[in-house]
């Protein structure tokens, strides 16, 4: 079975600085897919950004980027120029490539966000 | 627009009173999935089905039942709530068989915060 582990509960940034969520994973599997999800205040589900494990590009979004690295099962979003509007939970996620059971995803415990004006 | 509804948004009931929470995408779907988000847990997932008539345990299905009558119409049944089922619930759907490699976003309901006395 796959886990996922986000250690930092909580965490706080100022405004217009830089900020990186750690998220990191086991699994046996070869190819699967990462994402980050954010949950603002309204509870809605927001896809960040992807990254798929056969690709050693790492994936960016506008201010959003990750830093995947598959040998030590760690993908961590970096949020560079922090702005107030990023202020929510965000969760990692991993997904099988391949799997009976279709789409489903694992998710961290989550990691709370706040910006600081 | 492509979307996810959930009904109710918000419901407040008590022990042993059955319940249903609806789900709908327009998407045009194979596959649906249920969630509930606790804290300190992040998602996880109850039940999810591949298509019409195709339906499956995720990892916490105890005390619940979904049906898949229709593409578009995944909902989740409690028979007996229990107060441990006070949670946020989710659905969320994707265009994928389970059959192929790749995945595409899931698209996820606006969440339905359920309350058990």
């Known amino acids: 079975a796959q886990t996922v582990t986000q250690s930092q509960p909580e965490m706080s940034v100022q405004e217009a600085e830089t900020v990186t969520l750690s998220c990191t994973y086991d699994?046996?599997?070869?190819?699967?897919?990462l994402f980050w999800y954010k949950q603002p205040p309204s509870r809605q589900m927001i896809l960040v950004i992807r990254?798929?494990?056969?690709?050693?590009q790492n994936a960016t979004e506008n201010r959003f980027s990750v830093n995947f690295q598959k040998a030590a099962k760690s993908f961590s979003l970096k949020i560079s120029d922090s702005q107030l509007g990023d202020t929510a939970m965000y969760f990692c996620?991993?997904?099988?490539?391949?799997?009976?059971?279709?789409?489903?995803?694992?998710f961290g415990t989550g990691t709370r966000l706040a910006v600081r004006p | 627009e492509a979307q996810v509804t959930q009904n109710p948004r918000y419901l407040i009931t008590v022990t042993g009173k059955k319940l249903t929470v609806t789900c709908s995408q327009n998407m045009n779907h194979e596959y649906m999935s249920w969630y509930r988000q606790d804290p300190g847990l992040g998602l996880r997932q109850i039940y999810y089905?591949?298509?019409?008539?195709?339906?499956d345990k995720g990892d916490v299905p105890e005390g619940y039942k979904v049906s898949r009558k229709e593409k578009r119409n995944f909902p989740l049944i409690l028979e007996s709530p229990s107060p441990n089922q006070t949670s946020l619930y989710f659905c969320?759907?994707?265009?994928?068989?389970?059959?192929?490699?790749?995945?595409?976003?899931?698209?996820f309901g606006p969440g339905t915060r359920l309350t058990v006395l």
């Open positions: 990254q798929e494990a056969y690709k050693q």
């Open positions: 699994t046996s599997e070869n190819n699967y897919y």
């Open positions: 996620a991993f997904m099988k490539a391949r799997q009976s059971s279709g789409d489903k995803l694992t």
């Open positions: 089905s591949m298509n019409v008539e195709v339906t």
């Open positions: 969320a759907s994707s265009h994928h068989s389970g059959a192929r490699l790749g995945t595409d976003t899931q698209y």
